[in-house]
């Protein structure tokens, strides 16, 4: 790995050490010299001083560093409410700050590094820290929410771990060529059976890190139980990140096994969470929950689409950012409403938003409508370029007609719900007027612009490595 790929994961983590050493007053300017970071290597990518390995790498770095940024924004103020209603102490909120930076950290490594056992062990350092960050409120259900989270995934990543050298021993080729940036394929021909084992073992094992159905189990606890931007990291980022290792090992796979054995997982998988995601959406009565199941639906798009091919593709890649942004809206949204109406359950008195937290609500019904992939939003583009490109190969019409009946039925779900939140009120001495701090608001307004006109503003903004990625991913056997 050269040196550049490791900078930027290095200093953040170098960051979180200082967290845990330095004053509990320090952590703020800490949490703020991360963003910092972010900020230059954005800025040194964007004026060609920093060389990622290919233009995936690119794109998903960009979308890692803009949502954390977002997320540490937001996190500043919720954490400050959330720490006053718990009753932490300045130990307890130094170990959030740490945690959330080596999150942040291994989710820059999962974007950038190419080398497959470090790609792994990137996926696990954000398992393990976010493990702890679900379980910071410390009370009953987030230690539950973790320790469900921390078995099950820990489970899949053996699987992902033993699968991926069993696929890549496979091919013949030493272990020192594991990197998908520059394979070099073995001189045999490699046992196509054994690659074929190992690479379902390990889409496997990274499913239960995406939350893909049926590996699903975790996910709906961690997010209702985690801090708002934890739950927003976890859904916009560390899932997706989990499915774009899963894309990078088949490519290297696909010369000695038919693309179309490894797809057809993909494919399973997406419907799947669908299927699962369909089943439970109408029922959720806690606006974490909802989100989190909404997670599901939205990681099984992605996979649906890698799955795919073509067209597709090019729209799950896509659909990371309108799916990311979307979704650390909406989850920070749901913090926002859990700390202004001390629950964000539609049954204990999160209800009349809009007449009671304009803003609050307002936002709530932006996202809402964003992620059930009504036009103008950003996922209405993605979306529609998953679905389309489904179409164009005759093997996925049938699959793309029950995925396409799916969201018919998870779209129906979300409206059926939403309502409990804007507008059936609560009961007549509960309707007064909540305050709006400024300081929850803002990064949301933000998002709120990303999620309106990012749809087709941001391949605008980043038009030559929009365009590069298209043709890369167009080119793919995958």
Not at 19 to 30: D, E, N, R, V
Not at 218 to 234: F, R
Not at 243 to 248: E, L, N, S
Not at 432 to 450: C, D, Q, Y
Request: glycine share 8%.
């Amino acid at each position: 790995m050269s040196i550049s790929l490791a900078l930027p994961v290095v200093i953040l983590v170098v960051l979180a050490v200082f967290i845990l050493a330095a004053p509990a007053s320090w952590t703020i300017w800490l949490e703020r010299m991360a963003m910092g970071v972010l900020v230059v290597f954005l800025a040194l990518l964007a004026g060609g001083q920093w060389r990622l390995p290919d233009a995936l790498a690119t794109w998903f770095y960009l979308v890692v560093a803009v949502i954390s940024l977002f997320a540490l924004w937001f996190s500043e103020p919720y954490i400050r409410r959330e720490s006053d209603h718990w009753h932490w102490n300045g130990v307890q909120g130094k170990q959030y700050g740490s945690l959330l930076l080596i999150f942040i950290a291994s989710l820059v490594a999962v974007a950038i590094w190419t080398n497959f056992l470090w790609l792994w062990l990137a996926i696990e350092a954000a398992t393990l820290s976010s493990v702890f960050l679900v379980g910071t409120p410390r009370d009953r259900g987030a230690i539950e929410a973790a320790w469900k989270y921390l078995l099950v995934t820990e489970a899949g990543g053996l699987a992902a771990l033993v699968g991926t050298a069993v696929a890549l021993t496979a091919t013949g080729d030493p272990v020192s060529h594991w990197n998908y940036a520059s394979w070099v394929y073995g001189q045999h021909v490699g046992n196509a059976r054994w690659i074929l084992i190992g690479a379902y073992m390990a889409m496997i094992g990274y499913a239960t890190k995406a939350g893909l159905a049926p590996f699903h189990t975790w996910l709906p606890d961690a997010h209702s139980e985690a801090p708002a931007p934890v739950s927003a990291l976890l859904s916009g980022l560390k899932l997706a990140g989990a499915v774009v290792i899963v894309y990078h090992l088949f490519g290297v796979l696909t010369p000695t096994v038919p693309a179309q054995n490894l797809k057809d997982g993909l494919v399973i998988l997406g419907l799947l969470s669908l299927l699962v995601a369909a089943a439970f959406v109408a029922f959720q009565t806690d606006l974490k929950r909802l989100w989190a199941y909404s997670s599901i639906e939205h990681i099984g798009l992605i996979s649906l689409g890698m799955g795919f091919g073509g067209i597709a593709l090019v729209g799950a890649v896509f659909h990371i950012w309108t799916h990311a942004s979307s979704k650390t809206l909406l989850f920070q949204n749901a913090g926002t409403v859990r700390l202004l109406y001390h629950t964000s359950k539609s049954t204990q008195g999160a209800k009349a938003l809009l007449a009671r937290t304009p803003w609050t609500g307002g936002m709530l019904a932006l996202g809402s409508a964003a992620i059930v992939g009504l036009p103008p939003f950003a996922p209405f583009w993605s979306e529609w370029l998953i679905l389309v490109g489904g179409f164009q190969a005759a093997s996925n019409r049938i699959p793309d007609i029950i995925a396409v009946g799916l969201l018919v039925v998870i779209f129906s779900g979300i409206a059926l719900r939403i309502p409990n939140w804007l507008w059936v009120p609560g009961s007549h001495d509960r309707q007064e007027k909540i305050r709006e701090p400024w300081g929850l608001m803002a990064p949301n307004l933000f998002l709120a612009l990303l999620v309106l006109a990012g749809g087709i503003g941001v391949p605008i903004l980043v038009h030559p490595l929009w365009h590069h990625l298209t043709r890369e991913l167009l080119k793919s056997p995958i």
